[in-house]
């Protein structure tokens, strides 16, 4: 498998293990279906790996075919635009800002910044699940109290 569909699933279970939000309620409460976490997660999933994908291709790639180095770690202080990560960072914490329950991030066994490492154990299984099996994906759901 390629370093970059290892990044994905990586990334795929992270937003699995970071999508806290409790579907059980919804039976419970109108008696009526509704739809499964693990299908919320796959489209979850598939928005943000649009998003991230478009951005780097659209804006960060064209930029540089132009000549134009316009992305940075550190953009804010140079004035130039974040890189396609920090971009799915800002995203996620604006989605958790909007209060519906759901959060998502990138989140690595090894990560570079502490804050981007597993959170929890439950996370901590889901990513080394990843990792064991890249192949597959690694599902859990959890109930929130």
Same mark, same amino acid.
């Given at each position: 498998?390629?370093?970059?569909?290892?990044?994905?699933?990586?990334?795929?279970?992270?937003?699995?293990?970071?999508?806290?939000?409790?579907?059980?309620?919804?039976?419970?409460?109108?008696?009526?279906?509704?739809?499964?976490?693990?299908?919320?997660?796959?489209?979850?999933?598939? /928005? /943000?790996?649009?998003?991230?994908?478009?951005?780097?291709?659209?804006?960060?790639?064209?930029?540089?075919?132009?000549? #134009?180095?316009? =992305?940075?770690? *550190?953009?804010?202080?140079?004035? #130039?635009?974040?890189?396609?990560?920090?971009?799915?960072?800002?995203?996620? $914490?604006?989605?958790?800002?909007?209060?519906?329950?759901?959060?998502?991030?990138?989140?690595? $066994?090894?990560? =570079? *910044?502490?804050?981007?490492?597993?959170?929890? *154990?439950?996370?901590?299984?889901?990513?080394?699940?990843? =990792?064991?099996?890249?192949?597959?994906?690694?599902?859990?759901?959890? #109930?929130?109290?």
């Amino acid at each position: 498998m390629s370093k970059t569909g290892f990044l994905w699933r990586a990334l795929f279970a992270g937003i699995v293990l970071g999508a806290y939000v409790d579907f059980s309620g919804a039976k419970e409460a109108g008696g009526e279906a509704c739809v499964a976490p693990e299908v919320v997660a796959d489209y979850v999933h598939a /928005i /943000i790996e649009a998003d991230r994908t478009l951005y780097a291709s659209l804006v960060v790639e064209r930029m540089q075919h132009h000549g #134009k180095d316009l =992305v940075s770690e *550190d953009w804010a202080l140079k004035d #130039k635009l974040p890189l396609p990560a920090q971009m799915l960072q800002f995203a996620g $914490l604006e989605v958790e800002r909007k209060g519906t329950g759901l959060k998502y991030r990138l989140a690595s $066994l090894w990560p =570079v *910044d502490e804050t981007n490492g597993p959170a929890t *154990d439950f996370e901590r299984t889901g990513l080394q699940a990843v =990792v064991d099996n890249p192949s597959t994906v690694h599902t859990s759901t959890i #109930k929130r109290a």
